[in-house]
């Protein structure tokens, strides 16, 4: 089996790609790593979809170089589901190009089981298709991890920029401390000698300034104690009742007293004797009219 495929990347990068082992793992399409720790980084299953079916190995694939820029890979493993055994061989080659690199993969496998009963040329398509998912793969990761030797380069010329400024510095306040070192003994002498002459006194022996004038120093100002008559009607014209009142007003609607049983007999015997009254008054009136008129 041989199969070439052409990749915008130059050699140096595909190269430190495929000396790592752990990015060459991500690279192979439909591995998944053992859960063991201490197990290489390309040991585990790998699924291989061929002619309609789904064939999964458990194994191991090695990988040695680079010798004068190629890479030789192998492997063996067993079927997940069967008795079937496959043995791979495969060698990849680099060859600088103008634009990128060449890549090209041959090698030979050997096997039975499963991988033996697919139709003529359906394992040898499904190989060509898993070395193009390789290489998609290996593209992705051979730029990743150019950006980020280059985003490293960077940091590092940051700070050894940041160190020879911080050097600078340290240098500069180490020149400027010692010529300064004599000029402030001179000035810390002048202020010892100077103190020393010099008697400030206390804190309470200063003179306290005089009081400003105050116009209404002398003036006392009373408040009266209850607000005048005038005052008192106009604020309750203006807010109503006071709060006084309205806790002596009697209250009103259907919180009002109910008068009591004699009060209510008095008043209605009232309203009965004027009637009758006014009654016997007309009444009187009327019967002496009668009789004056039967009167020869």
């Given at each position: 089996m041989e199969h070439e495929v052409f990749v915008p990347v130059p050699v140096p990068a595909l190269l430190r790609t495929l000396g790592d082992p752990a990015r060459v793992a991500r690279c192979v399409p439909g591995l998944q790593q053992d859960a063991d720790a201490s197990a290489s980084p390309l040991a585990g299953r790998l699924k291989l979809r061929a002619g309609g079916h789904t064939i999964t190995y458990r194994g191991e694939l090695r990988l040695t170089g680079p010798e004068r820029d190629r890479f030789s890979v192998t492997g063996k493993g067993v079927e997940a589901r069967g008795t079937g055994a496959v043995e791979l061989a495969l060698t990849i080659g680099l060859t600088?190009?103008?634009?990128?690199?060449?890549?090209?993969?041959?090698?030979?496998?050997?096997?039975?089981?499963?991988?033996?009963?697919?139709?003529?040329?359906?394992?040898?398509?499904?190989?060509?298709?898993?070395?193009?998912?390789?290489?998609?793969q290996l593209v992705t990761e051979s730029l990743a991890a150019r950006e980020?030797?280059?985003?490293?380069?960077?940091?590092?010329a940051d700070a050894d920029g940041d160190d020879a400024v911080a050097a600078e510095g340290l240098a500069g306040d180490e020149e400027g401390a010692v010529g300064s070192g004599g000029s402030g003994d001179e000035v810390r002498a002048d202020d010892a000698d100077g103190s020393a002459g010099d008697d400030p006194g206390s804190v309470y022996d200063s003179p306290v300034p005089p009081p400003s004038l105050d116009p209404v120093a002398g003036v006392e100002f009373t408040v009266p104690?209850?607000?005048?008559a005038e005052a008192a009607h106009a604020r309750r014209t203006m807010i109503g009742r006071s709060a006084e009142e309205v806790d002596h007003a009697p209250p009103r609607g259907r919180y009002a007293p109910v008068p009591s049983p004699e009060a209510g007999g008095a008043s209605t015997t009232l309203r009965w004797v004027a009637p009758a009254a006014a009654l016997a008054l007309a009444s009187a009136v009327v019967l002496g009219r009668a009789l004056r008129r039967r009167r020869p």
């Open positions: 600088a190009t103008d634009g990128g690199t060449t890549i090209a993969y041959s090698g030979t496998a050997d096997g039975d089981g499963r991988l033996v009963e697919l139709e003529e040329g359906a394992a040898l398509a499904a190989a060509h298709r898993l070395l193009d998912r390789f290489t998609q980020e030797a280059d985003a490293g380069a960077e940091a590092d104690d209850e607000p005048p």
